[in-house]
């Protein structure tokens, strides 16, 4: 009986009525973000940014807010300790996330740039790691890199050469980060 509830599944499965979800786990950081804090001219500081991020299940759709990143301060090269998770349809290769940056500031934030990815390219990166230069950013362009995790497996791997450790991390330890310089 077994066998047969097995097979019956498989068919089903191959037939396109039920479809499978892909769970994706994205980590965000940063890279060479320009100085914009200005407060004490000549000299400017490092961003105290963070990162809000989007998810839209389609090209067709809009994005919706998925969350947003505590705000780290002076750091031209944030790594955020925030997880974010999306189930994504195995047969829709359109899925994407788009992810604004932002400096905190005391009276406006201002804009860094933002990435859009498609959650596609993730799935396919060695090491489901990837980095993208920033769009729109008005001081110069800095990196957005998205780490994942996918259906249970995450690998740290360099992206452009930048980590120096390279180690398999289980669910558990999800939040771990290896050392960047």
């Not at 769970?23 to 000299?43: F, Q």
């Not at 359109?94 to 740039?113: C, E, F, I, N, P």
């Amino acid at each position: 009986m077994a066998r047969f509830t097995l097979l019956v599944f498989a068919v089903i499965l191959a037939a396109g009525c039920v479809s499978a979800l892909t769970r994706v786990e994205i980590m965000l950081s940063a890279r060479d973000l320009p100085d914009y804090d200005i407060c004490c001219l000549p000299r400017a500081y490092p961003p105290d940014g963070y990162a809000v991020v989007y998810f839209a299940s389609s090209n067709r759709d809009d994005y919706y807010k998925q969350g947003e990143t505590t705000v780290l301060s002076d750091n031209n090269n944030p790594n955020w300790p925030e997880v974010f998770s999306f189930n994504v349809d195995e047969r829709n290769s359109t899925a994407r996330v788009k992810v604004d940056l932002w400096d905190s500031d005391v009276d406006d934030d201002d804009y860094m740039g933002h990435a859009e990815i498609n959650i596609a390219d993730i799935i396919a990166a060695f090491g489901h790691a990837l980095s993208r230069t920033l769009v729109g950013a008005p001081k110069g362009n800095g990196r957005l890199i998205v780490e994942a995790k996918v259906n249970g497996t995450f690998f740290r791997f360099p992206v452009n050469s930048e980590i120096k450790t390279v180690r398999h991390l289980n669910y558990k330890s999800l939040h771990t980060r290896t050392h960047v310089e």
